[in-house]
């Protein structure tokens, strides 16, 4: 089993940055597929970014390309989400998820999230 644990939420002003950690324990995540998901009150999760075993490759959904950027450190079992120029409506719980298939389509593994909030 794969525990995951974010960090680095919290309350920042409109164009600020804050940098997201996703620390993993139980078992390496250096195969894995990793991704971060958010969810607004009142919305469905949605996609945020992904990035390959190695690190290799990313895909990040459009509302966050050129703004946020996805990384890993394998050897500390870490994956994080640097989010620039931060807009209100990026204001949401933000979740660490981890596909063990390496793919993207089966994230299994899930944090509890943490709460990041953009004010205007």
């Known amino acids: 089993q794969v525990q995951l644990v974010e960090s680095g939420g919290g309350l920042v002003q409109a164009g600020g940055s804050l940098t997201l950690s996703c620390a993993a324990s139980?078992?390496?995540?250096?195969?894995?597929?990793m991704g971060w998901f958010r969810q607004a009150p009142g919305k469905e999760r949605e996609f945020v970014a992904a990035?390959?075993?190695?690190?290799?490759?990313?895909y990040y959904a459009d509302s966050v390309k050129d703004r946020f950027t996805i990384f890993r450190d394998n050897a500390e079992n870490t994956v994080y989400l640097r989010m620039n120029s931060l807009k209100p409506e990026d204001t949401a719980v933000y979740y660490c998820?981890?596909?063990?298939?390496?793919?993207?389509?089966?994230?299994?593994?899930w944090g509890q999230g943490t709460q990041v909030t953009v004010s205007s």
């Open positions: 998820a981890a596909d063990p298939t390496g793919y993207g389509r089966e994230y299994v593994y």
């Open positions: 139980g078992r390496t995540i250096s195969t894995y597929r």
């Open positions: 990035i390959s075993r190695s690190g290799g490759a990313t």
